[in-house]
């Protein structure tokens, strides 16, 4: 399965405020860090690639979308970049509100300009972590996507924590016909063991039917 990413990471600046995207910019290229900034929400998202690195230094107030529309709507989508919210006028509540839907930090204009650096650095780590992780998925799901009605069948029971065995007499089928898909989907997903198979289908499909966990019998 792919494992790196050799795209740079990128900042997303979403300000309503051009003094203040500019200078965000320019800080920024200061250290060699790319970034992209917009004046709206709408701009932002038009641009928006979710297979790039990338993190997201967001104003709270905005016109039409705010910034936590914005943070909503990419909750919503399933995207994985990590969030720095910035705003002139935070309180308790909102910065609560904020790091509540997962953003990773809460900065009040004026912010100093070396924290903010910081901060920008371990959110562009953070996001090279989920893009790998994230791609990881995407790339097992098309494998997923690849196996055949009974292989599927095959791993559902396999991921609901059954053995060989019941598996057979659920499918009306051979033990032996078990254990050959069995081989065939942990090949054709790349799993080094059932076990790792297990942990990584159950990561792409979100839970276990059942909440059980796998039989010691079929553990490779």
Excluded at 139 to 159: A, F, H, Q, W
Aim: glycine fraction near 6%.
């Amino acid at each position: 399965m792919t494992s790196t990413d050799t795209r740079a990471p990128l900042v997303y600046i979403v300000d309503d405020d051009t003094g203040m995207r500019t200078s965000l910019s320019w800080l920024l290229e200061s250290v060699g860090v790319k970034s992209m900034g917009f004046p709206t929400a709408a701009d932002f998202f038009a641009a928006f690639d979710v297979d790039t690195p990338a993190c997201l230094v967001l104003d709270v107030r905005m016109p039409q979308l705010s910034g936590f529309d914005v943070q909503a709507e990419l909750n919503k989508k399933g995207a994985t970049l990590p969030i720095i919210f910035v705003s002139g006028h935070g309180d308790i509540p909102m910065s609560v509100r904020a790091l509540q839907n997962g953003a990773i930090d809460f900065v009040e204009k004026p912010y100093n300009s070396q924290q903010m650096l910081d901060r920008v650095q371990r959110a562009l780590k953070l996001a090279i972590q989920r893009s790998l992780a994230s791609q990881k998925r995407r790339d097992l799901r098309k494998r997923i996507d690849s196996l055949t009605p009974r292989e599927r069948e095959v791993l559902r029971g396999v991921v609901d924590g059954k053995g060989s065995k019941r598996i057979a007499t659920e499918l009306s089928i051979s033990v032996k016909t078990v254990d050959v898909h069995r081989a065939s989907i942990k090949e054709k997903l790349g799993a080094t063991s059932i076990a790792a198979l297990v942990r990584d289908v159950v990561a792409v499909w979100g839970e276990h039917s059942d909440g059980a966990t796998p039989d010691s019998d079929f553990i490779a």
